[in-house]
């Protein structure tokens, strides 16, 4: 039973457009969320997180939005670049030492 | 310092073979993990240590061991692996239990079994 759901497994966007992507969560529980981008055969990289008590995180072109009551966040990259081609990860967690759950990630493809 | 540091980046090793591989953080987080990541698949958490010790273990076969020498280091050996255990080592750490901070990861090792 998948707790994180990126129901996307690729998308494509024009350089200087936004990006988009989505994740939806099952598990009430989890109290904050995170994206993580990851390049072929590196670890994946923190992007940018949110706490379940907001509902809306801006860090530089990238921002989370989060709603609760839907379960669902989206990260949203504006203006898009092609340097931003990578996989996305959306991963949920509990405070503590509990391990996130990640999705299965979103391909963003950004075209010059 | 936000680095998780891991070693070796690429590993070829038969399936006879012992190796290990290290993951080292000088954050002062005290939870670290091993996941395992095959291509085009979200990170597989493998274990968890939580002030040293295992806390959790998601069933993995015994030809992987885990060790946390100290709250610093992270090692996992492998032994008699199989080719299907080829993928991206990946070992994260993470903040303490009052602070719901991101998990930071390292940049993996390349393991391929032959």
């Known amino acids: 039973d998948q707790q994180v759901k990126q129901n996307s497994p690729s998308l494509s966007v024009q350089e200087g457009r936004i990006s988009i992507l989505n994740c939806d969560y099952t598990?009430?529980?989890?109290?904050?969320f995170l994206w993580y981008k990851k390049y072929p055969a590196e670890g994946p990289t923190f992007l940018i997180s949110i706490s379940s008590i907001k509902d809306k995180n801006e860090d530089g072109r990238f921002t989370v939005f989060l709603n609760k009551s839907a379960k669902h966040l989206s990260l949203h990259i504006v203006p898009s670049q092609p340097g931003d081609s990578a996989v996305y990860f959306c991963a949920a967690g509990n405070s503590g030492n509990t391990p996130l759950v990640f999705g299965k990630g979103t391909r963003l493809s950004v075209i010059a | 310092d936000t680095e998780v540091t891991q070693t070796p980046k690429h590993l070829v090793m038969g399936m006879t073979n012992k190796k290990s591989l290290k993951c080292e953080q000088h954050m002062g987080h005290r939870a670290m993990y091993w996941y395992k990541q095959k291509a085009k698949k979200p990170p597989e958490l493998m274990f968890v240590?939580?002030?040293?010790?295992?806390?959790i273990n998601e069933s993995v076969p015994s030809r992987f061991s885990p060790e946390c020498p100290n709250s610093s280091l992270l090692n996992l050996h492998l032994h008699a692996l199989q080719p299907e255990d080829s993928a991206l080592y990946l070992c994260?750490?993470?903040?303490?239990?009052?602070?719901?901070?991101?998990?930071?990861f390292g940049q993996g090792t390349r393991l391929t079994v032959v």
């Open positions: 240590y939580s002030y040293e010790k295992l806390s």
């Open positions: 598990n009430s529980m989890f109290d904050y």
């Open positions: 994260a750490s993470k903040g303490q239990a009052e602070r719901r901070t991101e998990a930071f």
